[in-house]
């Protein structure tokens, strides 16, 4: 901690981006980079991709190197920090606490009673007490965001946006409960709902039904949106190439995000992939769920 | 239909049970012996135990034989009809209809958008304008329901209580979409929510995750509930020796039914398997979970 706190560009400092799996972090440093602001990587150990750190000033951390994390981001003048790609929720054992993360060692034991955003809204406060600001990643970068409108060439038929709209008044139902953020919904009945297990794994369970004959209807919507009154710096709801695959995988016909408030990683790569399995991929607006549903 | 419709047993007639997968079938059509009433089961092809047939009157149908089964049901004395045993969803292009059944084609063809709920009720009425009336189960064999209280020697924790409370709280919310009946809940962290899969498949599903590592808490437990507003006559939850097995698979803790809203089948069976894998199963009452919950 002895060093200079140095702001650079804009009097920011430095950006701080804790790395899960994926290609996300890397989209997040590149823009950031390219508004000309220094960013200092934090590989999750077991998670972030090791191949492209490379090109930029990163630290390995594991989960409960808080003591670490803080005097290195502290020495690197980070004052933002930024959590982004993919990460499978810890076991609390699996959490190997250095000094720092063992004083907070009781609120840590807390915040594993409860779903997701509760771990992360927990999690948040304890680095904001060590003197950092969580800020999302859609706000360093946020041509990340899904637009409105189709990605790719296909379109949603009409029957595909009622199973769009029934998906989203799902998910804003079941939000209360911190449980997932996704839904398949296919000629309006619910075939899969996401609770702790993801996405790319809800559509890899949903395929194999499909091809054991167990789920006999075809076609169908994947839905996903944020939960009502989720923490947006943390957890939004995220499609990338694998999201497509598994889609197709599942014989879906298309996949609804809510538009401005779900991340899209590699667009490119997920226009060419839609196109060639013949799916559509649409950013929604969510006003007429929620209009449907009473609530909001 | 030229026979005469004779009325045994208590002026009720003859009771024509429409037999799915498993033991159920067999346990209403004796508790309805045991009550001196006749029983006439038409097995569906594909899914109902042939060998334990043979000592019952039957007559086998497939999906879509609703001439037949209304001709012989007629000449068997039937005007009850009870629909019992698992059967997975058809697709449409699996109902072979005979002329009966292509007579109300495009009623059936409609019936197949939506959820199971709306699928069954259509069924029901179609039944009911051909003259039968459909019956719960349960109506006929209350002893099939499950008790308020333990079966088997374990007691739920403290903490099981709570996830039974959230667990139920979830199935309400989520049963105007006319989805799933059971979730399973750990420590607050809701782990599985079940749509078109099937509880067996849920837990499977959830057994596999824990082994791959991909959800990493222990414990837990399956919560079963009805839909809110369901239909009594046609689809209560069930549990019984293969959801034991499943849920010492998905190493959960226990399983919470609402009581006398849901199905127990061999519950000596039941009792013993939860006992040796160490489980706890309750009946509880929905109550709670529906004040906390604000609706109903």
Not at 83 to 110: E, K
Request: with cysteine; charged share 25%; aromatic share 6%.
């Amino acid at each position: 901690m002895g060093e200079v706190m140095s702001n650079s560009a804009g009097g920011e400092g430095a950006l701080a981006i804790i790395c899960g799996a994926g290609s996300l972090p890397f989209a997040v440093a590149d823009a950031a980079r390219g508004r000309g602001r220094r960013v200092v990587l934090f590989p999750l150990r077991g998670w972030a991709d090791a191949n492209r750190l490379e090109s930029y000033p990163h630290h390995w951390v594991r989960f409960g190197a808080l003591g670490r994390f803080c005097r290195i981001a502290a020495r690197e003048g980070c004052r933002d920090v930024v959590f982004i790609g993919s990460v499978v929720r810890p076991a609390l054992w699996q959490i190997w606490p250095d000094p720092a993360a063992l004083r907070v060692l009781p609120r840590i034991i807390r915040m594993f009673r409860g779903g997701d955003d509760h771990l992360m809204s927990s999690l948040m406060k304890i680095f904001e007490e060590c003197g950092f600001r969580p800020v999302g990643a859609h706000e360093i970068a946020p041509e990340i965001l899904m637009p409105e409108g189709t990605v790719g060439q296909l379109q949603p038929s009409e029957g595909n946006r009622i199973d769009m709209a029934l998906g989203l008044a799902l998910l804003n139902a079941i939000g209360r409960f911190d449980v997932g953020q996704a839904t398949v919904v296919a000629d309006g009945h619910v075939l899969a709902v996401e609770a702790a297990e993801g996405t790319d794994e809800m559509l890899a369970q949903l395929a194999q039904l499909r091809r054991k004959g167990r789920i006999r209807s075809s076609g169908g919507v994947l839905v996903k949106a944020p939960k009502p009154g989720q923490d947006r710096r943390i957890d939004l709801p995220t499609i990338g190439p694998r999201t497509i695959a598994g889609a197709a995988q599942a014989r879906l016909d298309g996949i609804a995000v809510v538009a401005g408030e779900a991340i899209i990683a590699e667009p490119e790569r997920v226009a060419q992939a839609a196109d060639q399995a013949g799916l559509f991929i649409v950013g929604t607006r969510q006003d007429r769920a929620r209009t449907e549903d009473g609530a909001n």
